[in-house]
Each structure stands twice: as structure tokens, then as C-alpha cells.
């Protein structure tokens, strides 16, 4: 998991033709991003992830700022709790997520 001071990177304002070249270095390298288009309210995740974890990050999103723990993500998402921490572990490694104790964050868009 990443620590409190570890950082991070959101990409704001992507355009279109950024976040085409962005996701192709990404991809390349396997790493990932948080990207937050013009005029979106929620990020998303860019470059190398698996499906668990693009399904993970959404849901983290769209469930708020507040925090989530890794048994109410596999709760929402209808999977047991060692895919649902394999995901997490995943994008916290990716830095695209934060922990706070046993419960994650997004990445502050704003």
C-alpha cells in the first residue's frame, strides 16, 4: 500500500488527443494514471490495469470521497474480498488510489 506522503499524480484537463498519446505511453510502460477530462466530475484510469482493477477504481469513484473498505468494495461489486484486495493492492501500487488504515480514497480531482 502507498503511504499518507507518497505521491501521486492526477492529470487534469486531458484533452481528447493528450489522453490518446498519454494511454499509449502508459500502456507501454504498464503503468497507470488518474485523468480527469475537461468538464468531468470523475477520473479516469489510464493505461495498463486489468479489468478488476479499471471495475475497482470506478467504483471507488462513483462511491465518493469518503472511504470505502476492502469488504464493502467486494460487497458492491458482488466478489469476495481477496479479488477485491488484489485490486486495491493493485491500483495503490499504481499510486491512482489512497489508503487511510483499511479503507481506500481516490485521489483528490480538485
Do not use: K
Request: hydrophobic fraction near 40%; aromatic fraction near 4%; glycine fraction near 6%.
Amino acid at each position: 500500500m502507498t503511504d499518507r506522503g507518497s505521491p501521486c499524480v492526477v492529470l487534469l484537463g486531458l484533452r481528447e488527443d493528450q489522453h490518446e498519446a498519454v494511454e499509449h505511453v502508459l500502456t507501454h510502460h504498464r503503468l497507470a494514471a488518474a485523468a480527469v477530462p475537461p468538464g468531468a466530475n470523475a477520473p479516469q484510469l489510464l493505461g495498463w490495469a486489468t479489468p478488476d482493477s479499471h471495475a475497482a477504481f470506478d467504483c471507488i469513484c462513483e462511491a465518493g470521497p469518503g472511504p470505502l473498505s476492502v469488504a464493502e468494495l467486494a460487497r458492491r461489486l458482488d466478489w469476495d474480498e481477496p479479488r477485491a484486495d488484489q485490486a486495491l493492492h493493485y491500483l495503490a501500487r499504481q499510486r491512482v488510489i489512497r489508503f487511510d488504515g483499511d479503507c481506500c480514497h481516490p485521489l483528490p480531482s480538485a
